[in-house]
């Protein structure tokens, strides 16, 4: 039987992108069904363009050389390999509404949904996460 | 021991080493087992996490110069 995992990302930084897209995958990698609602500035990180320049928290531009040196994955690499392993991406068209954003500005393979269709997925999800 | 693949995950780091050896025991058949090669070592507990979650066996492990090796049979 297989595992559901929910994810909400709310945030659209270089970091939040990490922290959604590195969970997602690992769950995929074990099998799970995932899912990820992407809603306000968390739309960056299935933008066609953003998701290839996501924001560095200010005073942390630092860290990049540790990204580096560790030899992380970059997020367009990572956002292809949940979608190799199909990781749903669910972007929320309220806020797509807010921002003037169509579903062709983000990367293909994309839904498009409302606070039901996540919730539809999460209702027995075993493991739901916030970002 | 014996292994019917084994997969260099040398220099990667979470989530790749996981990542990888998920794309690798795709390809074997329930049974057979693939040796891993990992420099993560984050990867000592999540390997067998990992493994357990999704149903596979650590049967053997070891480290050497830096290097952790794990030989996982497919559930």
Redesign the interface.
Known sequence: MS?KVAIIASNGGLFDAYKVF?IA??A?????EVAIFFTFEGLNLIHKDAHQQLPVPTGREHYMEGFKK????SIPE?LQ?AQE?NVKLIACQMTMDVMSLKKEDFVDGVDVGGAATFLHFAQDADVTLTF | MNADKVLDARGLSCPMPVVRTKKAIDELKPGQILELHTTDSGALSDIPAWAKTAGHRVIEQSEDNGVYKFWIQKG
């Open positions: 595992r590195n995958t690992a995929a990698a074990a099998d799970a560790a030899n992380v994955p990572l390999m392993m």
